[in-house]
């Protein structure tokens, strides 16, 4: 929407280092009571969910003597991206206070901006908004790492030039962008057209189906099946409502992985007609599978 009015968006990834292993107890414990309102028996549930824990290392049946463990959520827990979330609940104020949007999830920061190009104090919002959350984190013991903190600029070659001759600098994140990043599984380029995306599905989801082929003949087509799904067929369906109105040369690269990984699992030749096979096996092509994700969110919406 804001490249078609004429603006240049600007998303920047913040990176956190070692985020859940940082969080300190007591400022934990602090929000969950005065920011969140949990207090009594429920508080004391949390305090002792932290407290008393203990870590160890052992190699070759010997093992190292005991260290309690005095920060930190547990990685791997219910609790651990819920937790996490409340300490960096007041960050939400702080960008809040700066007018730029933001998205949060568990340890992975973004946020973005979309502005006239010509309007270059603008900018300077951005690296204002950067400013206090680096300070509050160091506040907070936790730290933003510079150098994998992304950014991308979204929007028409000369707009973004105009943005680009900017040189801003905070503590080492260079506010020039990159070609593209990755933001959750997904990689964003400058012009959304997510051909990077596609290509990178495309490259890994054959090196798997390879490895597959190879040792199709001593699988049941059970394993295999399952095999197929986790390597492939979920990595196609990762995220794929964003591809939505994409090309037909872009859905049809996709579908091409499709059909290949339902000729190793059927063990057929390629010469055979491959949609009577993604019948038999149930499987929607390409296109459908998107179609069919953007129902399910707007149902369950």
């Known amino acids: 929407m804001a490249s078609d009015n004429g603006l240049v968006s600007i998303l920047v990834l913040l990176d956190l280092s070692a985020a859940f292993d940082t969080v300190d107890h007591n400022i934990l414990l602090q929000r969950l009571e005065h920011t969140v309102g949990i207090k ?55 960008i809040r206070q700066h007018g730029i949007n933001f998205h949060c999830y568990a340890d992975d920061t973004q946020l973005y901006l979309s502005i006239n190009p010509d309007e270059s104090n603008q900018l300077l919002r951005l690296q204002s908004c950067l400013d206090d959350i680096k300070s509050w984190m160091t506040l907070n013991f936790l730290h933003l790492n510079s150098d994998k903190t992304e950014v991308v600029i979204f929007g028409p070659e000369s707009s973004k030039n105009k943005v680009l001759n900017q040189s801003l600098n905070l503590d080492g994140i260079n506010l020039a962008s990159g070609n593209k990043v990755k933001n959750l599984g997904v990689v964003f380029d400058q012009d959304m057209s997510f051909k990077s995306h596609i290509k990178q599905v495309s490259r890994v989801s054959f090196f798997h189906l390879r490895n597959i082929a190879k040792i199709r003949n001593i699988l ?15 990595r196609l369906d990762y995220c794929n409502s964003l591809l939505s109105g994409s090309p037909q040369n872009a859905v049809r690269s996709l579908q091409l992985i499709q059909n290949a990984a339902a000729r190793v699992l059927m063990k057929i030749n390629k010469r055979d007609h491959i949609s009577p096979i993604l019948a038999s096996l149930h499987w929607l092509p390409f296109k459908s599978r998107i179609e069919f994700k953007i129902l399910l969110l707007t149902y369950k919406a």
């Open 40 to 94: 009594g028996k429920a508080l004391g549930w949390f305090k002792s969910y932290l407290s008393d824990r203990f870590q160890f290392v052992h190699v070759n049946n010997k093992s190292s003597s005991n260290s309690r463990v005095t920060c930190g959520v547990p990685q791997g827990s219910v609790l651990g991206p819920i937790l996490f979330t409340i300490y960096m609940l007041p960050i939400g104020k702080i």
């Open 220 to 234: 049941s087509r059970s394993d295999a099946e399952k095999l197929v799904h986790a390597f492939v067929t979920s």
